[in-house]
């Protein structure tokens, strides 16, 4: 401590040396500005979920996508023109509405994907100034490939929690999702 920072506490580690890191920070914000003490719960939820993310992402779902060749952000739009069904096509904007990614960021995921031969985009029948994104069928051949190994690598994430409690995160993370949509 000679360069004047605190070490973490080493009381928020269990005995296989898991951090608690937003136990942590609470602990840290109630010694820095005891006003808040009671005000910090939400802080440790929002921590907990970030790093539940980052976690599953990091540990998880990102190496499954690499086993493929794919960032997140490919197997989303891959995905989801899968699970559209035949003829495995939509518009730019409902892949953007469904991905939440920025229109900016789907015209260079859609032309990286066309790039790779996972897509193609044509004119729309009804509309000359639109274009229809649709799966070829390489890219409908390695998303059904991938998906095995994805599901499984996805059960792995979650085998920590019982099936009971994993229904019951599932159902509180939905009315959560919900509710701070609908917030005024």
């Known amino acids: 401590m000679t360069d004047g920072k605190r070490a973490a506490d080493t009381s928020f580690t269990d005995n296989d040396g898991y951090l608690d890191r937003a136990s942590v920070a609470k602990a840290q914000w109630q010694r820095e500005m005891p006003e808040l003490k009671d005000k910090l719960d939400p802080m440790v939820l929002l921590g907990r979920l970030s790093e539940a993310y980052q976690v599953m992402s990091n540990g998880y779902l990102i190496p499954s996508y690499a086993k493929a060749g794919l960032k997140h952000g490919d197997f989303d739009v891959l995905a989801t023109l899968v699970r559209s069904g035949p003829p495995y096509e ?95």
């Not at 229809?132 to 890219?139: D, Q, R």
């Not at 690598?153 to 939905?174: F, N, W």
């Open 90 to 184: 939509l518009t730019p904007t409902a892949l953007y509405r469904s991905t939440m990614m920025s229109s900016g960021g789907m015209t260079a995921r859609l032309d990286k994907l066309e790039k790779a031969g996972y897509i193609a985009r044509r004119s729309h029948p009804d509309d000359r100034r639109a274009l229809i994104v649709c799966l070829t069928p390489s890219g409908l051949d390695m998303i059904k490939a991938m998906m095995p190994d994805y599901v499984d690598d996805q059960h792995r994430a979650v085998q920590g929690l019982s099936e009971a409690e994993r229904q019951d995160l599932s159902r509180l993370l939905a009315r959560w999702i919900e509710t701070a949509e609908h917030q005024d």
